[in-house]
């Protein structure tokens, strides 16, 4: 079955940095697009980035200038690098991986995606 494992979070203070991976299994991972989204305890869910197997990208307003999503076809693995974080940016992120083909819709409409177990974001001012 497909699983997805997100790792590389945890504590950092504001304007530090991150690199989240997320290691896909039991997909063809090249043909999927895949995206990052984060949810805070009684917040709604929020996509952050997404990239579709093309290479498309597509971010979320408030993270256009300082996360970047990247993916490794080679490794199966899925990126998101943070930089400039700030106490708002502290919460889980999750991985996705979606059969759609449109960037931005694989960010807003994340109907069927497959989900990771999310990994923790601390950032301390």
């Known amino acids: 079955q497909v699983q997805l494992v997100e790792s590389g979070g945890g504590s950092v203070q504001a304007g530090g940095s991150l690199r989240l991976s997320c290691a896909a299994s039991?997909?063809?991972?090249?043909?999927?697009?895949m995206a990052w989204f984060r949810q805070a305890p009684d917040k709604e869910r929020e996509g952050v980035a997404s990239?579709?197997?093309?290479?498309?990208?597509f971010y979320t307003t408030s993270v256009k200038d300082r996360l970047t999503i990247s993916r490794d076809n080679a490794k199966n693995t899925l990126y998101l690098q943070m930089n400039s974080l700030n106490p708002e940016d502290a919460t889980v992120y999750y991985c996705?991986?979606?059969?759609?083909?449109?960037?931005?819709?694989?960010?807003?409409?994340?109907?069927?995606?497959?989900w990771g177990q999310g990994t923790q974001v601390t950032v301390s001012s």
């Open positions: 990239i579709t197997s093309d290479g498309f990208k």
């Open positions: 996705a991986a979606s059969t759609g083909s449109v960037a931005w819709r694989v960010l807003k409409r994340p109907d069927n995606h497959v």
């Open positions: 039991g997909l063809t991972f090249s043909t999927y697009s």
